[in-house]
């Protein structure tokens, strides 16, 4: 099961929402994403939140795939053991990451 998200490159984007918040937006989406509260309060860790944000989305089907690869390449070997814990690990991240 692939994991409900909005598609196409993330991005920062200054001013929106009422009080000019720093806001989360899709190329391919109608809609804002996202607005990190408190830009006012704390602009470093806002500002630094929303990029974390846009960087961990615009990386996640690269990282997916690279985890798919190196877990059929482990597969592949499986008669050493420690490559059975690595497996599991991959496993779970790769189906935490589907949603699944």
């Known amino acids: 099961m692939e994991a409900k998200r ?3 490159a993330w991005k920062t984007h200054r001013n ?3 009080k000019g918040e720093i806001g989360i937006i899709a ?3 109608p809609c804002i994403i996202a607005i990190m509260g408190n830009q006012k309060q704390w602009p470093i860790e806002a500002e630094a939140n929303a ?3 846009v960087r961990a989305c615009n990386s ?3 990282l997916l ?3 798919e690869k190196v ?3 482990i597969n592949s070997y499986s ?3 420690a490559q059975f814990k690595a497996c599991e690990i991959l496993q779970a991240a790769i189906a935490k990451a589907k949603g699944e």
Request: one cysteine or more; proline letters at 4%; hydrophobic letters at 40%.
């Open 16 to 18: 929106i929402g009422r």
């Open 60 to 62: 996640h089907e690269e």
């Open 71 to 73: 877990l059929d390449i």
């Open 27 to 29: 190329d391919k989406a």
């Open 51 to 53: 990029a974390f944000i």
């Open 65 to 67: 795939g690279a985890c």
């Open 6 to 8: 909005t598609k196409g």
């Open 79 to 81: 008669h050493i053991p």
